[in-house]
C-alpha cells in the first residue's frame, strides 16, 4: 500500500521558517521524482519545488531562494525547508510522488501552513 504521510506544517509569523518532510512507503522511493504542491484558499493547486531521482531540484519562481527541496533516499523522505516565509505562502502543502518507470502518481493528504502575525 502506498503512502505519503507529511508532517512539519503549522503556524509562523512572517520571516520565518519551517521544514516539512514526508516519508513515503509502499513504491522504489529511490526511482520516483518528488514533489511538493501547495493550494490556497480559492486558488488552484501549484507546484512549489520537485526533485528528481537524479537529486536535481527546481523551483517555482516564487520560492527560489527562500525554499529549499531535499530527499534522503535512504529514509525514504524528502523535506522542504522553508525560510522567510511570507502571508502569500499559507497553503496547504502537499507531497507528490511520480515513479519514473511505471509512471504511477501519489498524493499525500496535505499539511497546513499558516503564515500570519
Known amino acids: 500500500q502506498v503512502q505519503l504521510v507529511e508532517s512539519g506544517g503549522g503556524l509562523v509569523q512572517p520571516g520565518g521558517s519551517l521544514r516539512l518532510s514526508c516519508l513515503a512507503s509502499?513504491?522504489?522511493?529511490?526511482?520516483?521524482?518528488m514533489s511538493w504542491y501547495r493550494q490556497a484558499p480559492g486558488k488552484e493547486r501549484e507546484l512549489v519545488a520537485t526533485i528528481t531521482s537524479t537529486n536535481i531540484p527546481d523551483y517555482l519562481v516564487s520560492v527560489k531562494g527562500r525554499f529549499t527541496i531535499s530527499r534522503d533516499n535512504g529514509r525514504n523522505t524528502v523535506y522542504l525547508q522553508m525560510n522567510s516565509l511570507n502571508i502569500e505562502d499559507t497553503a496547504v502543502y502537499y507531497c507528490?510522488?511520480?515513479?519514473?518507470?511505471?509512471?504511477?502518481?501519489?498524493w499525500g493528504r496535505g499539511t497546513q501552513v499558516t503564515v500570519s502575525s
Open positions: 507528490h510522488a511520480r515513479h519514473d518507470i511505471s509512471a504511477n502518481v501519489y
Open positions: 509502499g513504491f522504489t522511493f529511490n526511482w520516483a521524482r
